[in-house]
């Protein structure tokens, strides 16, 4: 199990960014990437990159949202542009050590977009 530390939340206006950041404490060799999740509604996955750098977004992130990773410094980001308030939410982290394996969770960083 690896511990994944998370930065770079906060509150910002419609319109505007915010980047945040993922460090692993030790190698991840699985899936990288972000859910999350607001009051009241279920988790989503909201973005994801495997080691070869293969990238998911969900529908309502895409091109907006871009997430990235470095497999030496075992870091994922995900750069969020032109945020809206429905974007607001805890983002959670997650992390797979082994392909295959079960991820591992960040503590979750809050999102505020106020409108």
């Known amino acids: 199990q690896v511990q994944l530390v998370e930065s770079g939340g906060g509150l910002v206006q419609a319109g505007g960014s915010l980047r945040l950041s993922c460090a692993a404490s030790?190698?991840?060799?699985?899936?990288m990437g972000w859910y999350r999740q607001a009051p009241g509604k279920q988790r989503e996955l909201v973005a994801g990159?495997?080691?070869?750098?293969?990238?998911y977004y969900a529908d309502s992130v895409k091109g907006r949202f871009t997430i990235s990773r470095h497999n030496g410094k075992n870091t994922v980001w995900l750069q969020m542009n032109s945020l809206k308030p429905e974007d607001s939410a805890v983002y959670y982290c997650?992390?797979?050590?082994?392909?295959?394996?079960?991820?591992?969770w960040g503590q979750g960083t809050q999102v505020t977009v106020s409108s």
């Open positions: 997650y992390a797979a050590s082994e392909v295959g394996s079960a991820n591992d």
């Open positions: 030790g190698s991840i060799k699985g899936g």
């Open positions: 990159i495997s080691r070869l750098g293969i990238t």
